[in-house]
């Protein structure tokens, strides 16, 4: 089968290593399908453009440097965020038409409350950088040799593990103020709308973005298997302690005590910041990346933060978030 070299470099097909469904091309991976190699590196300097058979123009894919793959469903950031304003129509129809409830969250001194749950997030903020950095420094991340990871029972016991070190700081808080978990969006409040919210509009999203890439659903269906599964209780893992942090714990408290906008801004900020050290230590990511980076998580933070406005229940941008994570699982 003969493979293609695109524009962006004269390099022959035989200096091109398949593997599986990647092809290594002068230190990046590029992501093919059944009939089509194509990608684009993030160092704009270095590209490739590789095709098997036919040429089907397209941006959509995230490649990579320094051997280190970034594979995304998700295609553009432009995409993305419209696709996320539809996902927030979505839910702003189905809060109207569902009924939900709505009853604010109350503190007895919210600038107290607020300043308590500023620190206990910091400190798990410094847990998380702690950890990212042990792992960067050790050695011990996988990323510049595993092309894909293979979820299973043992991967998701050790990050519900590590969550649970990460959040630790605000359950001892929580329960140090003796503060009740209705307090952090955890309670039976609008439950059933809110799981039925998340759950329509994180399907959706996905769908959108398997539509935009060209993907056949019903093929990404038939080939779902036991490690799919594993990767969605991950992501559930994922999303839920880091909404739990950020949206029920966090989110409630600032907008208690700085007002709806700011509260809902700064928790958005936040948890962009969290993530901030595994873009440069695990991600490698250079400044422009990294900001990039940045950007589109305190937007996408800003729409869960949107949602747990919406439905008062922290189920609802949790089960959006794990959806939204699994979805990276799916091609």
Not at 109 to 136: C, E, M, Q, W, Y
Not at 205 to 227: D, E, R
Not at 254 to 266: C, D, F, Q, R, S
Request: with cysteine.
């Amino acid at each position: 089968m003969c493979i293609d070299i695109g524009s962006f470099s004269k390099k022959k097909c035989s200096e091109i290593i398949s593997l599986g469904n990647f092809a290594v091309f002068d230190n990046h991976f590029c992501y093919f399908g059944d009939d089509f190699i194509e990608g684009k590196a993030l160092d704009s300097r270095i590209g490739c453009s590789i095709r098997i058979n036919h040429y089907e123009p397209s941006n959509h894919l995230i490649w990579v440097r320094n051997n280190v793959l970034i594979k995304s469903i998700f295609p553009s950031f432009l995409t993305r965020g419209t696709f996320l304003l539809i996902s927030g129509l979505i839910v702003y129809i189905l809060t109207l038409k569902l009924g939900f409830e709505h009853k604010e969250y109350n503190f007895n001194d919210p600038r107290k409350s607020g300043l308590h749950a500023f620190a206990a997030v910091f400190i798990s903020i410094f847990l998380i950088t702690l950890i990212i950095f042990f792992i960067s420094y050790t050695g011990k991340s996988n990323t510049d040799t595993q092309i894909s990871i293979t979820y299973n029972f043992s991967i998701v016991l050790s990050n519900a593990l590590l969550y649970l070190i990460i959040i630790s700081p605000i359950l001892l808080t929580k329960k140090f103020f003796k503060q009740s978990w209705a307090s952090t969006g955890v309670s039976r409040h609008n439950l059933k709308k809110s799981i039925g919210t998340g759950t329509i509009s994180g399907i959706i999203f996905i769908i959108l973005s398997l539509f935009y890439m060209n993907i056949n659903v019903n093929k990404v269906i038939t080939h779902l298997n036991i490690g799919h599964f594993w990767a969605l209780l991950n992501c559930a893992v994922i999303g839920f302690s880091e909404e739990f942090m950020f949206r029920g714990y966090l989110q409630t408290r600032l907008i208690a005590w700085m007002v709806k906008n700011k509260g809902w801004m700064a928790a958005s900020i936040l948890m962009a910041l969290m993530h901030l050290p595994q873009r440069i230590f695990i991600g490698k990511m250079t400044l422009t990346e990294t900001l990039t980076s940045m950007f589109g998580l305190v937007f996408f933070s800003l729409f869960l933060g949107y949602m747990m406005i919406k439905t008062e229940n922290v189920t609802a941008p949790s089960i959006f978030h794990a959806l939204y994570d699994w979805g990276y699982t799916l091609v």
